[in-house]
């Protein structure tokens, strides 16, 4: 049983990364606006940024869905996956706790709606440390 919440895992995730960044791969400024709400068009500064971001995380999703399917792989994509998606979490509290939230809604007039974004990648860090805990119970046996 634990062997399919782990396959699956890979796969659900996956999919979610790889196409809830893809809009923004494909076009930084509009899928930033439908993704994250921006009040207003993004700084040309921040999409260097912004193309980075969805890049990485189309092909962490690619990876992702590659694990599903091949055992090998599984426990440094997992791992992988945990430290990058605790990272954005922990960005995102940084963001909106920080005074930066307020100069960039002074400065450029982006207000940006992250709760939905941090609710998800909240629950793939937790499954996340839940998947490695079971692949590294199969390394052991």
Same mark, same amino acid.
């Given at each position: 049983?634990?062997?399919?919440?782990?396959?699956?895992?890979?796969?659900?995730?996956?999919?979610?990364?790889?196409?809830?960044?893809?809009?923004?791969?494909?076009?930084?400024?509009?899928? %930033? $606006?439908?993704? @994250?709400?921006?009040?207003?068009?993004?700084?040309?500064? !921040?999409?260097?940024?912004? #193309? /980075?971001?969805?890049?990485?995380?189309?092909?962490?999703?690619?990876?992702?869905?590659?694990?599903?399917?091949?055992?090998?792989?599984?426990?440094?994509?997992?791992?992988?996956?945990?430290?990058?998606? %605790? $990272?954005?979490? @922990?960005?995102?509290?940084?963001?909106?706790?920080?005074? !930066?939230?307020?100069?960039? #809604? /002074?400065?450029?007039?982006?207000?940006?709606?992250?709760?939905?974004?941090?609710?998800?990648?909240?629950?793939?860090?937790?499954?996340?440390?839940?998947?490695?805990?079971?692949?590294?119970?199969?390394?052991?046996?």
């Amino acid at each position: 049983m634990k062997n399919i919440i782990t396959k699956n895992y890979f796969l659900v995730t996956g999919i979610l990364t790889l196409l809830g960044a893809l809009p923004v791969m494909l076009s930084p400024e509009l899928g %930033t $606006y439908l993704l @994250f709400d921006f009040t207003s068009n993004t700084p040309t500064e !921040y999409l260097p940024i912004i #193309i /980075h971001w969805g890049v990485m995380a189309v092909g962490l999703g690619g990876i992702m869905i590659a694990a599903h399917y091949h055992p090998t792989i599984r426990w440094a994509t997992a791992l992988f996956a945990v430290i990058s998606k %605790t $990272y954005i979490v @922990f960005c995102i509290v940084w963001f909106i706790l920080s005074d !930066y939230n307020q100069v960039s #809604i /002074h400065s450029f007039g982006v207000v940006a709606d992250y709760s939905m974004l941090m609710v998800l990648e909240a629950l793939m860090v937790i499954a996340g440390v839940f998947t490695l805990q079971t692949l590294s119970e199969k390394k052991l046996a």
